[in-house]
């Protein structure tokens, strides 16, 4: 290959590999033209990434930190340090289920007053055994006490059960390495801890099989039940013995790899309040994998500081309402104003970008308008003061942040990476965004590994 086409291609990689750590590009940059112009090897599209990430880190050329920054409700990476994080912020998300209206109202629903960030690594099983057992094919837990391996169940259908968090949407595949005979796994999904006894409050579930691993995809933010017992014959003839040899290990993805022992820490952090956020077209502070955007409350550790970007409040009053268009209206300095119609959520009205009907909400200026129909303010209060008032949402102008405590502050500085595996989970169904330091070499491995690829398809 030509070198200065190699050169090129290089150095422009570069750029990609050395994202987020800017410091680093001319050392890159340098080592990949003095390598390539000094080299006495036959350099080839086939051994240039191997060739130029031996050169880098022979005398530990790149050296600073490289920081990562990854978003989602359930996170995984496989290039991590074990150092501490360098930023977590928590999102705030509202949501409904279902649809509002004057007469049938739904509630709206932030994140809770806190949650929990657990991080493990590949393997987000946890580690304390209880006793499991199946009916119909569906796993549940028996009993939250702990129990010691080698474990001989009394029947085919008992066995060990072992628990993990989920996150709506998020799939997730159960392997066992090394089965004993007669094995069967399954996945059960559960709202939460206390439903998880019966399988009458079962959300999902992957019925037992005698493969050696299985997928599924949560429905909800909830727990996941991974159990493991005997195939059934007639409840006493194939009974499997589960010993510590059998490792059981679940991870995010669809597919199985390699067994990794379960590392983990959680810490749950006390917001004060609910954290929320609502669904824009344009000009939120945060995108979903889904591609919707959020202006939306922020826990930034970072930072140190409570982002407030939302308001909720009880409408219990009007204070004005307009006979002609038929809607009771309040005043809000404080809320975002565009110079059109602004998104407002609602317990019992629904939000149009064009509509002036009954059951319609929505901000102008400084003035929000709820549209249904009656003769006069004092109607439409008297109508208010017997539904208990409606809960209103709207964006702020502007935000108002909150220096975080001592206390979550000493909780964030607790969180580390697991090297290299990385996984980080939220509970309630939170959105968040970490940042975390890369291990260098494991990083640049796999940005070479990318770089050979794409010499080798520019070569062709």
Known sequence: MNSNKLLAIAQKYAQDLVAGASDLADTVKTAVSDYINTSTDLVTDENVGGKINDYLTKDNSVSSAIVNTVSGQAIYVNDASDKRLKGLSIY???TQDGTPSIDTPVELVGIGNGCTVQITGKNILQDIVMLGRYSNGIFSVASMDEITLPFLPISEASG????????????????????????????????????ISSITNAIGYVKVTAN?????????????????AGKWTDGSTTIHECTESELLQLEIGDSATEYEKYVGKTESFDFGTAINGIPVDSGGNYTDVNGQQWTCD??????????????????????????SEHFGSITANDILQTGGRVKVLSDRFIFSASAKTDGIAFAYANIIRFYRTCESVEDFNEWLTEVNGVDIMYLLATPIETQLSDEQMTAFKALYSNMPHTTVLSSEGADMTVKYVADTKTYIDN???ELAKAIVATAE
């Open 92 to 94: 705030g998300r509202t």
């Open 447 to 449: 940005k070479f590994t």
């Open 212 to 228: 050696t691993k299985i997928s599924y995809t949560a429905l909800g933010n909830g727990y996941l039940v991974c159990g493991l």
């Open 160 to 195: 060990v059960a072992r628990i993990a968090r989920c996150n709506k949407g998020e799939t997730y595949t159960f392997s066992i390495t090394n089965p004993n005979e007669n094995h069967c796994i399954g996945i059960t999904e559960y709202s939460n801890l206390d439903s």
């Open 298 to 323: 922020e826990i930034d550790f970072e930072r140190g500081v409570y982002v407030q970007r939302v308001k909720k409040i009880k409408l219990t009053k009007a204070t004005d309402f307009n006979t």
